[in-house]
């Protein structure tokens, strides 16, 4: 079946600008996830959606970043008034919730997003 | 909250090889370890993953052990090969919240 896929897979923008990455996470997969990936680095918490829970934005790196997921599905991270240190790659990632479960992350091929 | 330490930073091995990769982690309320492979410009993707209820995992040449007293975790990888050749990252959550992930281990597995 279908993964995780993100859009655009590559997005070049100016300082100071605004962008919106997008994830559709797999059907039936409750739980969303948001990371950065910076060159060469580990990856980083953004945001975490699960249901119709509150969001667990605690990875936010500052107040110019914003998720949204609509109708328990897809999900949309902005990033308002771009700044070079914003570069890097963002992964997206979803799972499926079942009863007293841990359950694997799959992630989508990223956005990768360079702030002239 | 949770810190996820990973050490080597970098590994070079022989064809043949085994490599260990360790990692330790500072909140005891962590109960799920996934080792994720990452090869170069593509999307991490999961290759074992361990429960805190259970103390060793193997699927072919890759085996997980987790010692909870110690807050520690290691990937061990058999018989290596060149494919092996990636970037690996360890992780740890409690429950369906948000992986904290090490550093990664760039592994080298020269022919």
């Known amino acids: 079946g279908a993964g995780v896929s993100q859009s655009p897979s590559n997005k070049v923008t100016e300082k100071g600008k605004d962008v919106e990455l997008r994830c559709d996470p797999i059907?039936?997969?409750?739980?969303l996830y948001w990371y950065r990936q910076s060159l060469g680095q580990g990856l980083e918490f953004l945001i975490y959606?699960?249901?119709?829970?509150?969001?667990?934005k605690s990875g936010l790196p500052s107040d110019r970043f914003s998720a949204e997921r609509t109708g328990g599905s897809v999900s949309t991270l902005t990033i308002q008034r771009t700044q070079q240190e914003d570069s890097a790659v963002y992964l997206c990632?979803?799972?499926?919730?079942?009863?007293?479960?841990?359950?694997?992350?799959?992630f989508g091929p990223g956005t990768r997003l360079t702030v002239l | 909250g949770e810190n996820v330490e990973q050490h080597p930073s970098t590994l070079s091995v022989q064809e043949g090889d085994s490599a260990v990769i360790k990692c330790t982690y500072s909140?005891?309320?962590?109960?799920?370890f996934p080792w994720y492979k990452q090869e170069l410009g593509k999307r991490p993707q999961l290759i074992i993953d361990?429960?805190?209820?259970?103390g060793e995992k193997k699927d072919q040449r890759i085996a997980v052990t987790l010692n909870k007293t110690a807050k520690h975790f290691s990937l061990h990888i058999t018989e290596t090969q060149p494919e092996d050749s990636a970037v690996y990252f360890c992780?740890?959550?409690?429950?369906?919240?948000?992986?904290?992930f090490g550093t990664g281990t760039r592994l080298l597995v020269s022919p």
């Open positions: 909140d005891s309320a962590s109960n799920y």
């Open positions: 361990i429960r805190s209820n259970v």
């Open positions: 990632a979803s799972s499926p919730k079942g009863a007293g479960g841990l359950y694997e992350q799959f």
């Open positions: 959606f699960q249901g119709n829970s509150a969001p667990d």
């Open positions: 059907s039936g997969h409750t739980a």
């Open positions: 992780a740890a959550s409690t429950g369906f919240q948000k992986l904290v």
